[in-house]
């Protein structure tokens, strides 16, 4: 079993330093640009995808309206779990499900708030009217502020990753499966929303890792730090894990 310091340098410090270094690059590079050239010239200069029912419709509208009644969904059966004796094993697991990914997508809302980056559609490099400004550099104030950073559709898909931490405990042979879910429907939202010019790429790698980096700090507040100072953080979890969490942590590891 790996030790906490390795699980953490796993899964916080080599991401977030994996992370820094690819915003960097995006930065300070013209990725961005160079990408999005591409889509535009491919479509004659235009987004030619922007009001296609395909993209526009299903895989925007319709996707961010089935992810809410997900999102739901996941909270009924969070709710369920307080009353109903066989889902109370699980309740904190349910729960940190249930909570976690609305959060992740509330914080992408949030940076959309307090940023001023464009849309692709709405610069003058693209048909627009605003001149490209990146992340870091000033706004000139005289015209709106953009909110398209980061990209807000994708985190509907990103925020499944937080299957991989619930997965961890309730069936870690899946976690796996949990991460490759959410990566998978956050790339298809995401690359969507590129080829309509709504997104850069950049925008995009934020808000991956503002969805990780989300449900890894709630899932160290709610499972392992507890664990950590039993130093029994990775035990395989079954129910008696979960019903025995409400006592000491001397409790907690003599049941393991």
Not at 1 to 30: C, G, K
Request: proline share 5%.
């Amino acid at each position: 079993m790996p030790s906490y310091n390795s699980y953490m340098r796993n899964h916080l410090v080599i991401p977030l330093l994996l992370f820094v270094l690819l915003a960097t690059l995006l930065e300070f590079s013209p990725i961005d640009l160079y990408l999005a050239d591409m889509i535009y010239q491919a479509g004659g200069a235009g987004w030619i995808l922007r009001h296609s029912y395909l993209f526009a419709e299903v895989l925007h509208n319709d996707a961010k309206e089935l992810i809410k009644i997900v999102a739901v969904m996941l909270f009924g059966v969070a709710i369920l779990s307080q009353f109903i004796k066989r889902l109370q094993p699980y309740r904190r697991a349910l729960w940190y499900l249930a909570l976690v990914m609305p959060l992740s997508g509330l914080l992408v809302g949030i940076g959309k708030e307090i940023t001023h980056v464009d849309c692709p559609w709405d610069l003058l490099r693209f048909g627009g009217e605003h001149p490209y400004i990146r992340l870091f550099e000033p706004h000139p104030g005289d015209y709106k502020y953009g909110r398209c950073f980061p990209a807000a559709h994708a985190s509907a898909g990103y925020t499944f990753v937080a299957l991989y931490f619930f997965f961890s405990v309730l069936r870690p042979a899946w976690k796996y499966y949990g991460l490759m879910i959410g990566v998978v429907l956050g790339l298809v939202l995401g690359i969507t929303q590129q080829l309509r010019g709504a997104h850069f790429i950049s925008h995009d790698l934020w808000t991956v890792a503002i969805c990780w980096f989300n449900s890894l700090g709630w899932y160290w507040y709610a499972f392992l730090r507890k664990k950590h100072v039993t130093r029994d953080i990775f035990a395989p979890a079954d129910n008696r894990e979960w019903e025995s969490s409400r006592l000491s942590a001397t409790v907690i590891t003599n049941e393991k």
